[in-house]
């Protein structure tokens, strides 16, 4: 079993920034593959940011590409998400996920464990 609390979001200008950070407990935190999740109401969950689990392979959303860096403190327990140049299309719940596995993986099935999200908004 694997506990992540998500925390940082909050309500930001365009163009701003915000720094998530996830918390792991319960399994050895260099074993897990992370990722980050965002979804607004009525829409789908999505896939934003992924990372590997010694922290030298990330992926990105299209969409956040340039803009989000995903990195992680395996020393801390700890997964972070950076968000620079923030849209107001990027306000949605942001959710922290974990999975074992070998493979980089951008669906939701795949992942085993998930935080209880985190609400980013960007005004205009």
């Known amino acids: 079993q694997v506990q992540l609390v998500e925390s940082g979001g909050g309500l930001v200008q365009a163009g701003g920034s915000l720094r998530l950070s996830c918390a792991a407990s319960?399994?050895?935190?260099?074993?897990?593959?992370t990722g980050w999740f965002r979804q607004t109401p009525g829409k789908e969950r999505e896939f934003v940011a992924a990372?590997?689990?010694?922290?030298?392979?990330?992926y990105y959303a299209d969409s956040v590409k340039g803009r989000f860096t995903i990195s992680r403190d395996n020393a801390k327990n700890t997964v972070y998400l950076q968000m620079n140049s923030l849209k107001p299309e990027d306000t949605a719940v942001y959710y922290c996920?974990?999975?074992?596995?070998?493979?980089?993986?951008?669906?939701?099935?795949?992942?085993?464990?998930w935080g209880q999200g985190t609400q980013v908004t960007v005004s205009s």
């Open positions: 996920a974990a999975r074992g596995g070998y493979s980089h993986s951008t669906a939701v099935p795949d992942y085993d464990y």
């Open positions: 319960g399994r050895t935190f260099s074993s897990i593959r």
């Open positions: 990372i590997n689990r010694s922290g030298d392979s990330t």
